[in-house]
């Protein structure tokens, strides 16, 4: 979530301050991770490392020796602390994590979603076992690994993406000028890394080693020689009143979302905000659009049907109080979204993705195009002509022409209550 720079990424800090000044002690002390970090098994009991059963599960490595550019894994491992830390590579990723095992507290809907997913992990791990009780921490690794890789292809085929459009590995052998970006991922020239970890301290420490910044429950910035980082804390998405692992993968899929646009063939956060946030959302709530933590709490017998967004935006749209295309361009940072503004982007970027990818992708190529170095006025101006040349270049028609068609898709699709 930038707002035109990686220090105006949101982040629930003040927010999280007032919730754990609130917590009883001994909430607190659950809140703050002090009861004994779970021993986790040095071998995935799943591969064993070994090299026909990675192939199987379409992994690298399990022991990634560089995470970023001048980033070695053992480095990160000092940086938490000396704590252990699980690692797998995947095709477009670097992963590493510090979760401890799961026990879903009997929801019906996360059970069902889980239980699918393990059916396809069956097919991949060559010393599959089904779990008993719990996800111990490499099954929930693999689960992750496997996530994040359908965040990407589910991008790539929203877009009309393929490896295909960006350089391969080996430049020299690409023609100038021919590919998107620097890069074979997405336009970068090095896989996306990921860290999810128990604590949120574990993270604070990567990011203050790394990026100078200050402790946040999940955080996204740029590691050198062109990788985009994204950390999340379990212990942090407690904090905010989510007890399950569904709402830690809404976060996931959300924020690596976000650092595929920011990405996209090495641009660097070019895209309008707006975009972003709606994208964003709209990955969330494939996963369970029940939580959508960034924009959101976590559900209360107070408001059980908050997620239920279709009828308020429709509220909005038919009072007339919806923030219109435009208003949207002007959002720099979080904090101008507002909830209602969050309701919006997802709407109109959910309507944006039924559209053809083909479309889509000039869509994605033209809002990326790099503004120019202007403020004030000048830059909102160029901020709306990029939009208004991105509409009319991908979808052929004006940008307030899209805008009531949208309208009439809110009023004829999504329910009144």
């Not at 659009?289 to 279709?310: G, K, L, T």
């Not at 190529?365 to 120019?372: C, N, S």
């Amino acid at each position: 979530m930038l707002s035109g720079g990686w220090d105006g990424l949101w982040t629930p800090v003040s927010a999280l301050a007032c919730f754990l000044g609130a917590l009883s002690a001994p909430s607190r002390a659950l809140a703050q991770g002090t009861t004994k970090p779970e021993v986790l098994e040095a071998v995935d009991p799943y591969t064993r490392g070994e090299p026909k059963a990675l192939e199987r599960a379409g992994y690298v490595t399990l022991t990634p020796v560089e995470w970023a550019e001048g980033i070695r894994t053992d480095e990160v491992k000092e940086t938490l602390g000396g704590i252990d830390i699980l690692w797998v590579e995947t095709p477009h990723f670097r992963i590493g994590s510090t979760l401890e095992s799961y026990k879903s507290p009997s929801d019906p809907r996360e059970d069902d979603k889980v239980e699918a997913e393990l059916a396809r992990l069956r097919k991949k791990l060559a010393r599959y076992k089904d779990p008993h009780n719990k996800i111990d921490p490499w099954l929930r690794l693999h689960l992750y690994a496997q996530r994040l890789e359908d965040v990407y292809a589910d991008f790539e085929k929203s877009f009309g993406l393929s490896a295909a459009d960006f350089p391969a590995a080996d430049e020299r052998k690409q023609p100038e000028g021919s590919k998107l970006g620097t890069g074979p991922y997405l336009g970068l020239q090095r896989k996306f890394t990921v860290l999810l970890v128990q604590k949120t301290s574990s993270l604070a420490r990567f990011g203050q080693r790394y990026a100078n910044r200050e402790e946040r429950p999940w955080d996204r910035f740029p590691l050198p020689g062109g990788s985009m980082f994204l950390g999340v804390s379990w212990e942090g998405v407690r904090q905010f009143g989510f007890t399950l692992d569904a709402t830690m993968h809404c976060v996931v899929a959300a924020e690596a979302t976000q650092n595929f646009i920011n990405g996209f063939r090495d641009s660097w956060s070019a895209s309008p905000l707006w975009f972003e946030c709606g994208v964003a959302h709209a990955a969330a709530r494939k996963v369970d659009e029940r939580f959508v933590p960034q924009a959101m709490p976590a559900p209360s017998p107070d408001d059980p049907d908050a997620w239920r967004w279709e009828p308020r935006v429709r509220g909005l749209v038919e009072n007339n109080v919806e923030k219109s295309w435009l208003d949207m361009l002007g959002w720099k940072t979080w904090e101008d979204i507002k909830v209602q503004g969050h309701l919006v982007a997802w709407s109109r970027a959910s309507w944006l993705l039924q559209k053809e990818p083909t479309a889509l992708k000039t869509y994605l190529l033209a809002v990326t195009e790099p503004l120019p170095e202007v403020e004030g006025d000048a830059l909102a101006q160029a901020t709306i002509e990029r939009e208004k040349k991105a509409c009319l270049a991908a979808f052929g028609k004006p940008l307030d022409v899209l805008d009531a068609e949208w309208k009439k898709h809110v009023q004829r699709r999504y329910p009144k209550d």
